[in-house]
């Protein structure tokens, strides 16, 4: 039985849908963590079965936190354009008050390609 979640395995190539290893299998890389975090839309089916196998969803403070992302890419002038240039934000001051006591917020800019960034 599962007892301890280190990492994820990523890009397993010819692997069947009951599991078995077809003729082409190459295992995937393995990234191992202290944490890992799965962003998988809010009732993925990764989630469903951690919160199963882990009992993640016991008890009254255990909840799920969602947050909503919108994604847009831009055309820059020149002058404004730094290729590779990435800014992150954590903590906007949102509003506070009743049930409101927790929220949070954040956003990035990826300057990429020729005069383009993308934020949200």
């Known amino acids: 039985?599962?007892?301890?979640?280190?990492?994820?395995?990523?890009?397993?190539?010819?692997?069947?849908?009951?599991?078995?290893?077809?003729?082409?299998?190459?295992?995937?890389?393995?990234?191992?963590?202290?944490q890992t975090v799965f962003a998988e839309g809010c009732r993925g089916s990764c989630t469903k079965k951690l919160e199963e196998v882990f009992g993640l969803r016991k008890g009254k403070n255990n909840f799920q936190s969602y947050g909503l992302g919108i994604k847009e890419v831009w055309e820059i002038p020149k002058e404004h354009h730094n290729p590779g240039q990435i800014i992150h934000t954590i903590g906007w001051p949102?509003?506070?008050?009743?049930?409101?006591?927790?929220?949070?917020?954040?956003?990035?800019?990826?300057?990429?390609?020729?005069?383009?960034?993308?934020?949200?």
């Open 1 to 34: 039985m599962l007892r301890s979640l280190v990492g994820s395995e990523m890009c397993i190539r010819d692997s069947k849908k009951n599991g078995e290893k077809g003729s082409d299998y190459d295992a995937g890389m393995i990234f191992e963590a202290k």
């Open 94 to 120: 949102l509003t506070k008050g009743e049930n409101h006591d927790n929220t949070y917020g954040g956003s990035f800019i990826y300057h990429y390609g020729c005069l383009l960034y993308t934020s949200p």
